[in-house]
C-alpha cells in the first residue's frame, strides 16, 4: 500500500503558491449560495459568512472555517482578511472557494478593497509602514504600489478603489490620527502621474461600476461625490457618536458603502444601538442613491459586498 500523502508530491513539487496549494489538496466542493449579497457574520471560531438577497430574502450562512474579514465576492471565490497578527503585520490576504481556505504569506497584505479579475487593491501594514498596492490574487505576486505613506507616525492611508477604466484611484488618507480630531480626507490620484487631490472629507471611498460617483463614509453620515469633487449629496444622515471617544472605531468601523452593479444602491452596515461592541450589533442597509430611501437587509453583521453576476 503506497503512503497516503503520496498522491500530493507531484503537485506539492509543482505548486507556486498557497492559492495554487489549495488545488492540490483533496476537498468536498461546495458551491456558493446563488444570492446578491455576502457579508461578516463575525463569528471568531467558525468564520461565518451571511449571504443574502438584495430584498432580505433567501439568507443563507456559511462557515469559512477561519475569521474571514471583509468579503469580497468575485465569480465563484470570496476574497477577504483573515487576521495574522505576526511581527505586527496585521491580516493576510486569503480567499475561499470551493470550501477551501487560501493564504498569501505576507507581507501583511490585508483588507480587499477592489478586485477586477486576478488583480486586487489592498492595504498593505508592513511594521508600521502603510501603502495601497496592487496584488495578483493567483500567484499572491505584488505588482506595484500605488500609494505609500512617508511619515507613517503622523498618517495612514488605506481603502482604495478604482475607476472603472482603471487610471485613477480613489482612496483614504488620515493625518494626525493619534489626536483626538485626525483629518480624514477622500483623495483621488491620477495613476500614470502619480498626482492626488482632496475631494471630499471622509473615508471608505468607493467607486460606482458606472464611474459617475464615489461613495464614501463621513462624521455626518453617508454621502456621494463626483469624482472631479465639484458636486456633493449626503445620502444618509447620521452622527457617528464612537468617534468623540476613540478616533479609531471610527477608522475601523465606519460603513464601507459597496454599489450594486447598476448603480443604482449602496450597501452598508450601520449601528442602530446606543453602542456596538461587536459584528453581530450591527445590522446591513441598502440606500437607493435616487432617493436616499434606505432598507434594512439583515440584522446582525457587518461589510457587506454586493456581487456582479
Known amino acids: 500500500m503506497r503512503p497516503a500523502n503520496s498522491v500530493l508530491r507531484p503537485c506539492l513539487a509543482t505548486a507556486t503558491s498557497l492559492f495554487l496549494l489549495a488545488s492540490c489538496l ?3 466542493v461546495l458551491s456558493l449560495p446563488n444570492t446578491d449579497i455576502v457579508y461578516d457574520r463575525g463569528d471568531p471560531d467558525r468564520g461565518e459568512l451571511g ?25 465563484d471565490t470570496i ?10 503585520r496585521g491580516g493576510r490576504l486569503s480567499s475561499w472557494r470551493d470550501g477551501m481556505l487560501s493564504k498569501c504569506p505576507g507581507p501583511g497584505w490585508s483588507v480587499v478593497t477592489y478586485i477586477d479579475g486576478m488583480n486586487a487593491v489592498t492595504t498593505t501594514v508592513d511594521e508600521g509602514e502603510y501603502a495601497i498596492v496592487r496584488v495578483n490574487v493567483a500567484t ?9 505613506v512617508r511619515d507613517s507616525q503622523t498618517q495612514k492611508v488605506f481603502g482604495g478603489s478604482l475607476s472603472p477604466d482603471q487610471q485613477r484611484l480613489v482612496y483614504s488618507e488620515v493625518s494626525d490620527y493619534q489626536l483626538m480630531n485626525p483629518d480624514f480626507a477622500v483623495m483621488v490620484m491620477d495613476i500614470a502621474s502619480g498626482a492626488s487631490r482632496r475631494i471630499a472629507s471622509g473615508t471608505n471611498a468607493t467607486w460606482s461600476p458606472d464611474g459617475k460617483w464615489i461613495a464614501y463614509t463621513h462624521l455626518g453620515g453617508i ?15 447620521y452622527t457617528y457618536a464612537p468617534y468623540e471617544e476613540d478616533a479609531v472605531v471610527f477608522i475601523d468601523w465606519s460603513p464601507i458603502p459597496r454599489w450594486s452593479p447598476d448603480s443604482r444602491w449602496l450597501v452598508y452596515h450601520r449601528c442602530t ?8 450589533d450591527y445590522d446591513i442597509f ?15 453583521g457587518a461589510f457587506p459586498y454586493w456581487r456582479s453576476r
Request: aromatic letters at 4%.
Open 79 to 88: 476574497y477577504g482578511q483573515t487576521w495574522s497578527g505576526i511581527g505586527g
Open 140 to 148: 499572491c505576486q505584488l505588482l506595484d504600489t500605488l500609494v505609500q
Open 51 to 75: 449571504f443574502i438577497d438584495a430584498d432580505g430574502s433567501n439568507l443563507e450562512i456559511r462557515n469559512s472555517e477561519a475569521e474571514l474579514k471583509v468579503p469580497v465576492w468575485k465569480g
Open 223 to 237: 454621502g456621494i461625490v463626483s469624482p472631479d469633487g465639484t458636486e456633493t449629496h449626503d445620502l444618509l444622515a
Open 26 to 28: 483533496p476537498r468536498q
Open 286 to 300: 441598502k440606500l437607493d442613491i435616487t432617493n436616499s430611501d434606505e432598507t434594512l437587509v439583515a440584522h446582525g
Open 273 to 280: 444601538k446606543s453602542q456596538c461592541s461587536t459584528t453581530m
